[in-house]
């Protein structure tokens, strides 16, 4: 996936039903962040996880990257990409479904970086994700 597919705009309505879970979402995915470890927060997601049906489809991913990035916009905090890859997961969990939620470093220079897999492959991230950064935990 390229840089131009990362940054393009979405292009379908969001129910409010759906804007509702967005805002959810992110506000319970900063929290967490903020009040528990990242090993307490990646047990927690596992063991929901299990409870899920399915991986989450491309089409219904498109809808939670949506209404969790169009959510993040009105939040008066920081949320960059461990925010908005666990609210992603979160946002999935509302409908019984699931996806892999990775955290991993690159080094020369030293960055850390959150996103989401489906199907073993990075969603909606640049093609240097999976080359660059090395995966600390993926659940």
Known sequence: MNTEMTLQTMSFN???????KGISSVIIAYIALRCLSLSM????????????SREIG????NI???AVRQSSFFFLGRVACLELSLA???FAFTKG??????VGVANKPFR???WIELG????????????DFSKLFAI
């Open 14 to 20: 969001l129910s409010l039903i759906e804007r509702l």
């Open 41 to 52: 927060i990646g047990r927690i997601v596992s063991v929901v996880k299990h409870r899920c």
């Open 58 to 61: 491309i089409d219904e991913a």
């Open 64 to 66: 939670a990257w949506g």
């Open 88 to 90: 992603f997961v979160l």
């Open 97 to 102: 479904l699931s996806a892999t939620w990775c």
């Open 112 to 114: 850390a970086h959150s």
């Open 120 to 131: 073993g492959k990075p969603f909606r991230e640049s093609d240097y994700v999976e080359q």
